[in-house]
């Protein structure tokens, strides 16, 4: 996680200049990404495997819809790359964690 995370803060292309509203969405899915691996809001060394809402963020993420489109691009996203990550990350969170 540790690793898309810092992807999403830190990307800077060539010539892209920080942004204070692409930094804000790009943001947004950062805490998508959090909720979506079960981090606790106040402590996010606290793992909460049994959140109620875990599969629907992770839907959020895996599933084709609107927002997350918007969201990727108002971040300066391509939001099948960031599916396509955040899967792999999904993934290899179910294998470390033994999660079905």
């Known amino acids: 996680m ?3 995370q810092q992807f999403l803060r830190n990307l800077n292309v060539l010539g892209e200049k920080r942004d ?3 930094s804000l969405w790009r943001n ?14 106040k402590n996010k060394n606290i793992r909460v495997i049994n959140y109620p809402y875990l599969k629907s963020a992770r839907d959020y993420f895996t599933e084709p819809n ?3 489109k918007t969201v990727c691009e108002f971040a300066g996203f391509d939001h099948e790359y960031i599916r396509m990550k955040a899967k792999k990350v999904f993934e290899r969170d179910r294998h ?3 999660l079905h």
Not at 28 to 41: F, N, P, Q, R, S
């Open 2 to 4: 540790a690793n898309l």
């Open 20 to 22: 204070p509203v692409r």
């Open 28 to 41: 947004v899915l950062i805490v998508a990404l959090e909720d979506a691996l079960g981090k606790h809001w």
């Open 66 to 68: 609107r927002d997350f």
């Open 96 to 98: 470390e964690n033994n």
